[in-house]
Nanobody, 117 residues
């Protein structure tokens, strides 16, 4: 059974930083892309960042480029999202997901990130 467990969300002031973690189990971590999505109130879920399983290449939404960094620790089956220079518009529930696209995506339960102005 695929399980994705996020942690690290919280309340932070604008300009601050948070690091999200996603502990994965139930599948071969190296074989699938894994990444982060977010959903703000009243908005659709959107892709934030993804890391390729084949070459480890990261992808970022334009809105977070230069501020967020995705990384993975294959030994720990964990993916991270370092979020710097946070803005109020980054406020959302952040979800870990694998793979990052396709007809079947597994989701974590989500972790709330709130950025105050």
């Amino acid at each position: 059974e695929v399980q994705l467990v996020e942690s690290g969300g919280g309340l932070v002031q604008a300009g601050g930083s948070l690091r999200l973690s996603c502990a994965a189990s139930g599948f071969t971590f190296d074989d699938y892309a894994i990444g982060w999505f977010r959903q703000a109130p009243g908005k659709e879920r959107e892709g934030v960042s993804c890391i390729s399983s084949s070459d480890g290449r990261p992808y970022y939404a334009d809105s977070v480029k230069g501020r967020f960094t995705i990384s993975s620790d294959n030994a720990k089956n964990t993916v991270y999202l370092q979020m710097n220079s946070l803005k109020p518009e980054d406020t959302a529930v952040y979800y870990c997901a694998t793979p990052c696209s396709g007809w079947r995506i597994f989701w974590g339960q989500g972790t709330q990130v709130t950025v105050s102005s």
